[in-house]
Nanobody
Framework: QVNLAESGGGLLQAGDSLTLSCAASGGTISHYTVGWFRRGPGKEREFVGSISFRGSSTWLSDSVKGRFTITRDNAKNMVYQQMNSLNAEDSAKYFC????????????????WGPGTQVTVSS
């Protein structure tokens, strides 16, 4: 069991950068693969990226590869998503989620979810 809480969302301009944080409590984040997902207005939930237990492997979706980076600090029970060159298509509510399995892009593989943080990018 782990509780997750995202933070760092906001209103930005196209081209800006932003770092989202995912804080874990009530459990140890190092026991979990952590994924980031997003849901834009009128869109389905979309896989953004995932990072393995120790951070040795990451998988980013094609839509964010080269612009987003996922890192983790297990000592602090934190996972981060650095987002660069943001555009209006990146506007969404972003969620972090924890899985006791390997890296995956399937939401159903993730057991625990945070409430999300909103990112809005104006063009």
């Amino acid at each position: 069991q782990v509780n997750l809480a995202e933070s760092g969302g906001g209103l930005l301009q196209a081209g800006d950068s932003l770092t989202l944080s995912c804080a874990a409590s009530g459990g140890t984040i190092s026991h979990y693969t952590v994924g980031w997902f997003r849901r834009g207005p009128g869109k389905e939930r979309e896989f953004v990226g995932s990072i393995s237990f120790r951070g040795s492997s990451t998988w980013l979706s094609d839509s964010v590869k080269g612009r987003f980076t996922i890192t983790r600090d297990n000592a602090k029970n934190m996972v981060y998503q650095q987002m660069n060159s943001l555009n209006a298509e990146d506007s969404a509510k972003y969620f972090c989620a924890a899985s006791d399995g390997i890296i995956s892009d399937r939401p159903t593989d993730y057991n625990f979810w945070g409430p999300g943080t909103q990112v809005t990018v104006s063009s």
